[in-house]
DNA sequence: GGCAGCGGTGATACACTGTAACATTCCCGC
DNA sequence: GCGGGAATGTTACAGTGTATCACCGCTGCC
Protein backbone atom coordinates (compact mmCIF):
# COMPACT_ATOMS: atom_id res chain seq x y z
CA UNK A 1 0.00 0.00 0.00
CA UNK A 2 1.41 3.39 -1.19
CA UNK A 3 1.72 6.10 1.69
CA UNK A 4 -0.57 9.53 1.16
CA UNK A 5 0.50 12.15 3.68
CA UNK A 6 -2.56 13.02 5.24
CA UNK A 7 -4.98 10.26 4.43
CA UNK A 8 -6.09 8.78 7.54
CA UNK A 9 -7.59 5.88 5.31
CA UNK A 10 -3.67 4.81 4.63
CA UNK A 11 -3.11 4.66 8.40
CA UNK A 12 -5.02 1.51 9.22
CA UNK A 13 -3.35 -1.26 7.18
CA UNK A 14 -6.07 -3.95 5.43
CA UNK A 15 -4.79 -6.70 8.26
CA UNK A 16 -5.53 -4.62 11.25
CA UNK A 17 -8.82 -3.43 9.14
CA UNK A 18 -9.85 -7.54 9.20
CA UNK A 19 -8.32 -7.97 12.81
CA UNK A 20 -10.71 -5.36 13.96
CA UNK A 21 -13.63 -6.43 12.25
CA UNK A 22 -13.37 -9.93 13.19
CA UNK A 23 -12.64 -8.82 17.04
CA UNK A 24 -16.02 -6.35 17.22
CA UNK A 25 -17.92 -9.64 15.49
CA UNK A 26 -16.71 -11.96 17.90
CA UNK A 27 -17.51 -9.53 20.73
CA UNK A 28 -20.75 -9.00 19.27
CA UNK A 29 -21.72 -12.42 18.72
CA UNK A 30 -21.66 -11.97 15.31
CA UNK A 31 -20.61 -14.21 12.64
CA UNK A 32 -17.69 -12.69 10.85
CA UNK A 33 -18.07 -15.06 7.42
CA UNK A 34 -15.68 -15.70 4.86
CA UNK A 35 -17.77 -13.36 2.54
CA UNK A 36 -18.22 -10.79 4.95
CA UNK A 37 -14.42 -11.17 5.41
CA UNK A 38 -13.26 -10.75 1.73
CA UNK A 39 -15.91 -7.89 1.16
CA UNK A 40 -14.55 -6.21 4.17
CA UNK A 41 -11.25 -7.01 2.65
CA UNK A 42 -11.95 -5.62 -0.99
CA UNK A 43 -12.90 -2.42 0.16
CA UNK A 44 -10.37 -2.03 2.96
CA UNK A 45 -7.21 -2.97 -0.09
CA UNK A 46 -8.77 -0.34 -2.42
CA UNK A 47 -7.14 2.89 -2.03
CA UNK A 48 -10.67 4.80 -3.20
CA UNK A 49 -15.01 3.90 -2.58
CA UNK A 50 -15.63 0.85 -4.07
CA UNK A 51 -18.95 0.45 -5.81
CA UNK A 52 -20.99 -2.90 -5.15
CA UNK A 53 -20.51 -4.16 -8.56
CA UNK A 54 -16.68 -3.45 -8.71
CA UNK A 55 -16.23 -5.55 -5.68
CA UNK A 56 -18.64 -8.33 -6.75
CA UNK A 57 -16.36 -8.16 -9.69
CA UNK A 58 -13.13 -8.02 -8.12
CA UNK A 59 -14.09 -11.02 -5.59
CA UNK A 60 -14.99 -13.24 -8.34
CA UNK A 61 -11.99 -12.89 -10.51
CA UNK A 62 -10.49 -15.33 -8.07
CA UNK A 63 -12.50 -17.89 -9.37
CA UNK A 64 -15.69 -18.10 -7.51
CA UNK A 65 -18.52 -15.71 -8.76
CA UNK A 66 -19.91 -13.98 -6.24
CA UNK A 67 -22.99 -11.81 -6.78
CA UNK A 68 -23.70 -8.38 -6.62
CA UNK A 69 -26.28 -9.03 -4.04
CA UNK A 70 -24.19 -11.36 -1.81
CA UNK A 71 -22.74 -8.44 -1.67
CA UNK A 72 -25.05 -5.78 -1.15
CA UNK A 73 -25.85 -8.19 1.93
CA UNK A 74 -22.04 -8.37 3.53
CA UNK A 75 -22.06 -4.75 2.73
CA UNK A 76 -25.46 -3.88 4.73
CA UNK A 77 -24.40 -6.07 7.52
CA UNK A 78 -20.56 -4.22 7.66
CA UNK A 79 -22.35 -0.89 7.66
CA UNK A 80 -24.78 -1.85 10.64
CA UNK A 81 -21.29 -2.78 12.35
CA UNK A 82 -20.07 0.97 11.70
CA UNK A 83 -16.88 -0.91 9.69
CA UNK A 84 -17.99 0.55 6.32
CA UNK A 85 -19.28 3.44 5.20
CA UNK A 86 -21.47 4.43 1.93
CA UNK A 87 -20.53 7.39 -0.01
CA UNK A 88 -24.37 8.59 -1.03
CA UNK A 89 -22.76 11.02 -4.01
CA UNK A 90 -20.48 8.37 -5.62
CA UNK A 91 -22.74 5.19 -4.65
CA UNK A 92 -19.82 3.57 -3.44
CA UNK A 93 -18.18 2.29 -0.16
CA UNK A 94 -15.13 2.74 2.04
CA UNK A 95 -13.59 1.37 5.19
CA UNK A 96 -14.12 3.22 8.06
CA UNK A 97 -10.87 2.94 10.61
CA UNK A 98 -12.20 4.95 13.40
CA UNK A 99 -15.41 3.45 15.25
CA UNK A 100 -17.66 6.17 15.58
CA UNK A 101 -19.52 7.27 18.70
CA UNK A 102 -23.36 6.45 18.17
CA UNK A 103 -24.81 10.16 16.88
CA UNK A 104 -21.66 11.39 15.81
CA UNK A 105 -21.42 13.71 12.86
CA UNK A 106 -18.98 12.67 10.22
CA UNK A 107 -17.83 14.83 6.87
CA UNK A 108 -16.46 12.95 3.99
CA UNK A 109 -14.44 14.61 2.33
CA UNK A 110 -13.44 13.12 -1.08
CA UNK A 111 -10.86 14.17 -3.23
CA UNK A 112 -12.50 14.62 -7.14
CA UNK A 113 -8.48 14.26 -8.26
CA UNK A 114 -7.28 11.21 -6.77
CA UNK A 115 -10.78 9.79 -5.32
CA UNK A 116 -9.74 9.10 -1.95
CA UNK A 117 -12.25 9.84 0.66
CA UNK A 118 -10.96 10.59 3.97
CA UNK A 119 -12.92 11.27 6.83
CA UNK A 120 -13.28 14.43 9.58
CA UNK A 121 -15.72 15.15 12.38
CA UNK A 122 -15.32 18.12 14.77
CA UNK A 123 -17.47 19.57 17.72
CA UNK A 124 -17.91 22.80 16.20
CA UNK A 125 -19.27 21.44 12.84
CA UNK A 126 -21.59 19.28 15.23
CA UNK A 127 -22.37 22.17 17.55
CA UNK A 128 -23.51 24.35 14.36
CA UNK A 129 -25.65 21.28 12.59
CA UNK A 130 -27.61 21.08 16.19
CA UNK A 131 -28.16 25.00 16.32
CA UNK A 132 -29.61 24.99 12.83
CA UNK A 133 -31.73 22.15 13.72
CA UNK A 134 -33.05 23.23 16.63
CA UNK A 135 -33.78 26.78 15.23
CA UNK A 136 -35.59 25.13 12.22
CA UNK A 137 -37.42 23.29 14.83
CA UNK A 138 -36.14 19.96 13.17
CA UNK A 139 -35.77 16.44 14.99
CA UNK A 140 -32.42 15.05 13.30
CA UNK A 141 -32.40 10.76 13.06
CA UNK A 142 -29.64 10.33 10.38
CA UNK A 143 -27.19 12.87 8.73
CA UNK A 144 -25.43 12.80 5.26
CA UNK A 145 -22.16 15.28 5.34
CA UNK A 146 -20.24 14.86 2.28
CA UNK A 147 -17.88 17.35 0.55
CA UNK A 148 -16.26 17.04 -2.50
CA UNK A 149 -12.75 18.74 -3.31
CA UNK A 150 -8.91 18.80 -3.50
CA UNK A 151 -7.16 16.67 -0.81
CA UNK A 152 -3.87 18.35 0.14
CA UNK A 153 -1.80 16.07 -1.58
CA UNK A 154 -3.36 16.73 -4.74
CA UNK A 155 -3.72 20.51 -4.39
CA UNK A 156 0.43 20.40 -3.67
CA UNK A 157 0.85 18.23 -6.30
CA UNK A 158 -1.26 20.59 -8.51
CA UNK A 159 1.67 23.89 -7.93
CA UNK A 160 4.44 22.01 -8.31
CA UNK A 161 3.35 21.55 -11.80
CA UNK B 1 -27.61 37.62 0.17
CA UNK B 2 -30.70 35.97 1.43
CA UNK B 3 -30.36 33.68 4.49
CA UNK B 4 -32.70 31.16 5.90
CA UNK B 5 -33.25 28.95 8.96
CA UNK B 6 -35.79 26.54 7.71
CA UNK B 7 -39.50 26.63 7.16
CA UNK B 8 -42.32 27.50 5.77
CA UNK B 9 -41.20 31.30 5.90
CA UNK B 10 -40.96 30.69 2.41
CA UNK B 11 -44.41 29.98 0.88
CA UNK B 12 -43.45 30.66 -2.80
CA UNK B 13 -46.74 29.61 -4.87
CA UNK B 14 -46.07 27.94 -7.90
CA UNK B 15 -47.03 30.47 -10.35
CA UNK B 16 -44.54 32.78 -8.68
CA UNK B 17 -41.78 29.86 -9.02
CA UNK B 18 -42.65 29.80 -12.42
CA UNK B 19 -42.37 33.36 -13.35
CA UNK B 20 -38.88 33.70 -11.52
CA UNK B 21 -37.81 31.09 -13.87
CA UNK B 22 -38.97 32.62 -16.69
CA UNK B 23 -36.93 36.05 -15.57
CA UNK B 24 -34.19 34.27 -14.51
CA UNK B 25 -33.75 33.14 -17.90
CA UNK B 26 -34.42 35.91 -19.93
CA UNK B 27 -31.95 37.67 -17.90
CA UNK B 28 -29.39 35.05 -18.64
CA UNK B 29 -30.29 34.69 -22.77
CA UNK B 30 -31.44 31.05 -22.03
CA UNK B 31 -34.53 29.49 -23.47
CA UNK B 32 -37.44 28.58 -21.20
CA UNK B 33 -38.55 25.69 -23.13
CA UNK B 34 -41.98 24.72 -22.98
CA UNK B 35 -40.68 21.46 -21.90
CA UNK B 36 -38.69 23.01 -19.07
CA UNK B 37 -41.37 24.83 -18.16
CA UNK B 38 -43.63 21.47 -17.20
CA UNK B 39 -40.51 20.07 -15.32
CA UNK B 40 -40.29 23.12 -13.48
CA UNK B 41 -44.24 23.07 -12.51
CA UNK B 42 -44.34 19.73 -11.83
CA UNK B 43 -41.48 19.91 -9.20
CA UNK B 44 -42.98 23.34 -8.37
CA UNK B 45 -46.35 21.58 -7.49
CA UNK B 46 -45.03 18.80 -5.57
CA UNK B 47 -45.35 19.01 -2.15
CA UNK B 48 -42.06 16.59 -1.57
CA UNK B 49 -39.45 15.72 -3.74
CA UNK B 50 -40.06 14.10 -6.92
CA UNK B 51 -38.02 11.48 -8.96
CA UNK B 52 -37.42 11.98 -12.58
CA UNK B 53 -39.72 8.97 -13.32
CA UNK B 54 -42.32 10.51 -11.29
CA UNK B 55 -42.12 13.57 -13.05
CA UNK B 56 -42.18 11.44 -16.63
CA UNK B 57 -44.68 9.91 -15.82
CA UNK B 58 -46.80 12.85 -14.43
CA UNK B 59 -46.54 15.41 -17.39
CA UNK B 60 -47.17 12.11 -19.71
CA UNK B 61 -50.52 11.78 -18.09
CA UNK B 62 -51.79 14.97 -20.02
CA UNK B 63 -51.50 13.29 -23.14
CA UNK B 64 -48.30 13.32 -24.90
CA UNK B 65 -45.39 11.14 -23.76
CA UNK B 66 -42.48 12.75 -22.15
CA UNK B 67 -39.30 10.11 -21.59
CA UNK B 68 -37.59 10.30 -18.56
CA UNK B 69 -34.53 11.00 -20.61
CA UNK B 70 -36.24 14.63 -21.66
CA UNK B 71 -36.82 14.74 -18.15
CA UNK B 72 -33.37 14.31 -17.05
CA UNK B 73 -32.03 16.98 -19.47
CA UNK B 74 -34.57 19.40 -18.09
CA UNK B 75 -33.43 18.80 -14.80
CA UNK B 76 -29.52 19.15 -15.86
CA UNK B 77 -30.51 22.52 -17.29
CA UNK B 78 -32.92 23.71 -14.06
CA UNK B 79 -29.75 22.54 -11.90
CA UNK B 80 -27.62 24.85 -13.10
CA UNK B 81 -29.82 27.73 -13.47
CA UNK B 82 -30.01 26.92 -9.63
CA UNK B 83 -33.77 26.65 -9.63
CA UNK B 84 -33.98 23.14 -8.64
CA UNK B 85 -31.88 20.83 -6.25
CA UNK B 86 -30.89 17.08 -6.03
CA UNK B 87 -31.50 15.15 -2.86
CA UNK B 88 -28.69 12.58 -3.47
CA UNK B 89 -30.05 10.66 -0.45
CA UNK B 90 -33.62 10.14 -2.27
CA UNK B 91 -32.29 10.42 -5.91
CA UNK B 92 -34.91 13.27 -5.84
CA UNK B 93 -35.66 16.76 -6.86
CA UNK B 94 -36.98 19.56 -5.21
CA UNK B 95 -37.73 23.70 -6.53
CA UNK B 96 -35.57 26.08 -4.86
CA UNK B 97 -37.27 28.98 -3.56
CA UNK B 98 -34.61 30.77 -2.57
CA UNK B 99 -31.55 31.72 -5.01
CA UNK B 100 -28.12 31.04 -3.03
CA UNK B 101 -24.84 32.64 -2.81
CA UNK B 102 -22.30 30.77 -4.86
CA UNK B 103 -20.33 28.10 -2.37
CA UNK B 104 -23.34 28.70 0.13
CA UNK B 105 -24.16 25.72 2.21
CA UNK B 106 -26.95 24.88 2.32
CA UNK B 107 -28.77 22.01 4.31
CA UNK B 108 -31.82 20.09 2.89
CA UNK B 109 -33.92 18.90 6.21
CA UNK B 110 -35.64 15.95 4.57
CA UNK B 111 -39.07 14.62 6.88
CA UNK B 112 -38.83 10.86 7.08
CA UNK B 113 -42.76 11.07 8.02
CA UNK B 114 -44.11 13.35 5.71
CA UNK B 115 -41.53 13.62 3.27
CA UNK B 116 -41.27 17.71 2.75
CA UNK B 117 -38.04 18.64 1.97
CA UNK B 118 -36.87 21.74 3.30
CA UNK B 119 -34.15 23.91 3.20
CA UNK B 120 -31.63 25.76 6.17
CA UNK B 121 -28.51 27.56 5.80
CA UNK B 122 -26.52 29.80 8.21
CA UNK B 123 -23.14 31.03 9.07
CA UNK B 124 -22.11 29.40 11.81
CA UNK B 125 -22.52 26.03 10.83
CA UNK B 126 -20.40 27.36 7.24
CA UNK B 127 -17.41 28.50 9.74
CA UNK B 128 -17.60 25.40 11.40
CA UNK B 129 -17.28 23.15 7.73
CA UNK B 130 -14.98 25.93 6.86
CA UNK B 131 -12.98 25.38 9.94
CA UNK B 132 -13.14 21.91 9.87
CA UNK B 133 -11.93 21.61 6.20
CA UNK B 134 -9.04 23.74 6.32
CA UNK B 135 -8.03 21.72 9.36
CA UNK B 136 -8.31 18.71 7.38
CA UNK B 137 -6.08 20.19 4.43
CA UNK B 138 -9.03 20.15 2.45
CA UNK B 139 -10.26 22.81 -0.03
CA UNK B 140 -13.96 21.78 -0.93
CA UNK B 141 -15.67 22.70 -4.28
CA UNK B 142 -19.00 21.42 -3.82
CA UNK B 143 -20.92 20.14 -0.61
CA UNK B 144 -24.11 18.04 -0.15
CA UNK B 145 -25.24 17.99 3.56
CA UNK B 146 -28.66 16.67 4.00
CA UNK B 147 -30.57 15.01 7.34
CA UNK B 148 -33.18 13.20 7.99
CA UNK B 149 -35.63 13.24 10.52
CA UNK B 150 -38.51 14.88 11.70
CA UNK B 151 -40.11 18.12 11.07
CA UNK B 152 -41.81 20.27 13.19
CA UNK B 153 -45.53 19.69 12.05
CA UNK B 154 -45.07 15.80 12.17
CA UNK B 155 -43.49 16.18 15.92
CA UNK B 156 -46.23 18.07 17.30
CA UNK B 157 -48.79 15.37 15.11
CA UNK B 158 -47.39 12.50 17.24
CA UNK B 159 -47.45 14.14 20.26
CA UNK B 160 -51.37 15.27 20.00
CA UNK B 161 -51.63 11.90 19.60
C1' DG C 1 -34.19 31.16 -51.82
C1' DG C 2 -30.71 27.69 -50.26
C1' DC C 3 -27.73 26.05 -46.81
C1' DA C 4 -24.74 25.08 -42.81
C1' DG C 5 -24.68 25.30 -37.82
C1' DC C 6 -26.61 24.92 -33.41
C1' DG C 7 -29.55 24.05 -29.45
C1' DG C 8 -33.44 21.43 -28.01
C1' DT C 9 -36.14 17.36 -28.31
C1' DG C 10 -37.62 12.43 -29.58
C1' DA C 11 -36.53 7.77 -29.43
C1' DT C 12 -34.03 3.58 -28.58
C1' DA C 13 -30.88 1.10 -26.30
C1' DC C 14 -28.03 0.26 -22.67
C1' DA C 15 -25.34 0.52 -18.13
C1' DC C 16 -25.46 0.91 -13.39
C1' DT C 17 -27.65 0.45 -8.74
C1' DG C 18 -30.47 -1.91 -5.67
C1' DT C 19 -34.28 -5.19 -3.93
C1' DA C 20 -37.83 -9.09 -3.72
C1' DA C 21 -38.65 -13.78 -3.50
C1' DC C 22 -37.56 -18.33 -3.00
C1' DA C 23 -34.38 -22.41 -2.68
C1' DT C 24 -30.47 -24.37 -0.41
C1' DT C 25 -27.02 -25.12 2.98
C1' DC C 26 -25.15 -25.19 7.44
C1' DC C 27 -25.06 -25.10 12.27
C1' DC C 28 -26.97 -25.34 16.80
C1' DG C 29 -30.14 -26.80 20.39
C1' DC C 30 -33.64 -30.15 21.50
C1' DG D 1 -32.68 -37.26 13.84
C1' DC D 2 -35.30 -33.06 13.67
C1' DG D 3 -36.89 -28.19 13.71
C1' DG D 4 -35.47 -23.49 13.39
C1' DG D 5 -32.71 -19.65 12.36
C1' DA D 6 -28.98 -17.32 9.97
C1' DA D 7 -26.26 -16.97 5.82
C1' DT D 8 -25.80 -17.65 1.07
C1' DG D 9 -27.09 -18.89 -3.89
C1' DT D 10 -30.02 -17.91 -7.70
C1' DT D 11 -33.18 -15.65 -10.56
C1' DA D 12 -35.85 -12.09 -11.69
C1' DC D 13 -37.06 -7.48 -11.56
C1' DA D 14 -37.49 -2.43 -10.30
C1' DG D 15 -35.30 2.03 -10.20
C1' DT D 16 -31.84 5.38 -11.78
C1' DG D 17 -29.10 7.48 -15.17
C1' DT D 18 -26.39 7.94 -19.75
C1' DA D 19 -24.91 7.30 -24.77
C1' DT D 20 -26.15 7.76 -29.30
C1' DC D 21 -28.31 9.03 -33.29
C1' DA D 22 -32.10 11.23 -35.75
C1' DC D 23 -35.04 15.04 -36.36
C1' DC D 24 -36.86 19.70 -36.07
C1' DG D 25 -36.84 24.67 -35.87
C1' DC D 26 -34.28 28.59 -35.80
C1' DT D 27 -30.46 31.89 -37.09
C1' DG D 28 -26.93 33.77 -39.77
C1' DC D 29 -24.75 33.82 -44.08
C1' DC D 30 -24.04 33.35 -49.07
ZN1 LIG E 1 -15.93 6.29 9.89
ZN1 LIG F 1 -6.46 13.82 -3.83
ZN1 LIG G 1 -32.18 26.26 -2.51
ZN1 LIG H 1 -42.97 16.10 8.41
Same mark, same amino acid.
Given at each position: ?18 ? *? %?????? @?? #? $? ?5 ? =? ?34 ? *? %?????? @?? #? $? ?5 ? =? ?71
Amino acid at each position: MHRHEGHDACHTGVGDMLA *R %AETICR @ER #G $LQFTPLR =RDVMEAVAEAGKAQGAYDIAEKLSARGKRVAPVSVY *R %ALDFLM @EQ #G $LVHRIAS =RNAFIPCPHGHAPGEGVVFLICRTCGVVDEASSEELEDGLDRTLKRAGFTPAHSILEVEGDCGACRERRQDS
